[in-house]
């Protein structure tokens, strides 16, 4: 026997193994893997903080090369200080600002919570002979369990703290790791290409150059679009909400921009539990609350998404929407947001492919 066929017949017995395993211990398997990436947290935190910090670094790069006169060295080393400089001012800004005033909110929604649950029995006994469909009782089965869980939230974070504490320490792990992938980000490419240009032939290199920008591309669009949307969406739902005076309109505003991160369909899943909180407070506040957020959602559709995330993924309406239901499916919150940029990815592939097949064919028909 032949080292070929030695080299085939091992390969299959790790595939035969490998399968076996997995249908027989999935468990540990899926353990092992877990585990595998828990260890390797810090380092996919840092790839994660790297990739959507690199866009605002390479516009800022651009602008030191040119007041350098073309000082690679020193503008690396500038834009990169800059740009986790204004990370962390933004991130302090945010902490500041926004986070104590939301724990005032959650504390004063904890308070008055017994008050809006008896505004609601009100508006309840006003309705009730006109809900055919019993959907006001089930609400009021659903706030008086609501308040029971509510009453030992406090209970419930602190025993939280300390995993959130984990967490914290390692998104710094992370944040310390993507300065360094920042920072030499050029001799890591080029590490990677040399390899992969000695391991490869020239056709299957260049393929993987190809996708891999493509690929890169679209999610570096994807990711500063949404992240520039649900800020601006935010910001104008806060701003709209204070004018008019709604109740819990930094609260409510953080919702809608969180939740704006989701394409298409965010916003709309804000604005559910945000206008049921408004009925909850005031119930005519409620109902002016969505016709607010239904102008803004149209002033976001036809002016901000078009100008701002544009035609970046590329995809026509049924299928961001297949692929958002799909995701949450599939991943949850996770596979939501990376829904879209991989079906754009595996869209923009296959039309690829159908092109150069119908140039091929063209090609053909001409000849003959």
Known sequence: MNKKNILYLSIGAVIIIFTAALFFKTAVITSAIRGFLKVLEPVIIGIAIAFVLNTPLCRIKSILLKITKGKTKISTVLSVLFTYLFTVALLIGIFALIIPNLIKSFINLSDNFTLYYQNFLTLYERLKDRDTFGILEKITVWLGDFSQVSSSAVNTIITKTGG????LFQAILGFIVSIYILSDKENIKKSVAEFLSLSLSAHHYALITKYYRLVFTTFSRFVSGQLTEALILGCLCYVGMVFFRFEYPLLISTLIAVTALIPVVGALIGTIPAAFLLLLVKPMDAVWFLVFIIILQ?????IIYPRVVGTSVGLPSLLVLSSILIGAGLGGIPGTLLAVPVTAVLY???N????????VRDGVGENI
């Open 352 to 359: 690829e492919y159908i092109a150069e097949k119908k140039a």
């Open 298 to 302: 149209q002033i976001e559709n036809n």
């Open 348 to 350: 923009a592939i296959i």
């Open 164 to 167: 959130f504490v984990g967490g």
